[in-house]
């Protein structure tokens, strides 16, 4: 079977990249795919994508080394194997609160007698490739998220879950469930628990993943230690670029500035 090498480097100890998708669309996910990220992460929870996107950005992705996961939008068994049958080498899986929605997470993505996955891979077993069967259990990463209250009082016996292979830190709804609010990665609490986590994955012997979307909190976050930070989404970069290039491009030509619209 295909190795999951990015799961190998988590287990190691080693550090990888990742970026997100949220743009239902097969070119783009292929293009971020060939900008040499470790792996890359469909977003069902929270992005414009449904199953019929994954089925073909998961293919696109497969053009090159990259690890293609998949955030599901909730902890549905259902929903984990899908993504799973149709080639996905990993599964985040939201708003996990104790070891019980983590060991459900887990069985959803091993065969037995490890878990309760159904068999059927369709395209996982084409693109994991011989004896995916017998080596899917090992190489299929279950990444639960760590974003509220009940999540971040229960962390370290939901770090010892069996089978689960990292933790994930949403740090937005980790303020939520600080009671700061989305945007409050500099408060010392914030901060505070961001290290806990990361204490309790290494005292597990797990891989410690966080969501980013600027270069600054990626670099921290590595210097940090953790095994799996994002750089940021596809739109953004998109946006981003096009903000910065415009403004230059008018400013150089004597034009008007004109103001961007939305949040970003």
């Not at 229960?154 to 469930?177: F, M």
């Not at 670099?219 to 953004?236: I, Q, W």
């Amino acid at each position: 079977m295909r190795p999951n090498h990015v799961l190998r480097a988590w287990r190691e100890g080693g550090q990888t990249v990742g970026g997100w998708l949220s743009v239902g669309n097969a070119f783009t996910a292929e293009s971020m795919a060939h900008v040499g990220f470790d792996w890359l992460c469909i977003d069902m929870q929270h992005g414009l994508i449904d199953y019929q996107d994954v089925k073909v950005m998961l293919p696109a992705i497969s053009t090159t080394n990259v690890m293609p996961i998949v955030r599901v939008p909730w902890n549905e068994p259902y929903e984990i194997m899908k993504v799973l049958d149709a080639g996905a080498y990993g599964v985040i899986v939201p708003l996990i609160n104790n070891r019980a929605e983590a060991e459900k997470a887990v069985s959803a993505c091993r065969y037995p007698p490890q878990g309760m996955r159904s068999f059927g891979p369709v395209r996982a077993a084409m693109y994991g490739g011989g004896n995916y069967a017998g080596e899917a259990n090992n190489e299929i990463a279950c990444i639960a998220m760590i974003e509220t209250a009940e999540g971040i009082e229960n962390i370290d016996e939901i770090a010892a879950t069996p089978g689960l292979d990292a933790i994930y830190i949403g740090p937005s709804d980790l303020g939520y469930g600080l009671g700061l609010g989305p945007m409050a990665f500099e408060d010392p609490k914030h901060k505070e628990t961001v290290a806990m986590i990361l204490a309790a994955c290494k005292k597990a012997g797990i891989g410690a993943g966080i969501h980013t979307g600027s270069l600054d909190y990626t670099k921290r976050y590595l210097e940090m230690g953790f095994n799996m930070v994002t750089l940021g989404t596809d739109s953004a970069f998109m946006g981003r670029l096009a903000r910065q290039e415009l403004k230059q491009a008018r400013g150089d030509s004597g034009l008007d500035p004109v103001e961007s619209t939305g949040y970003n």
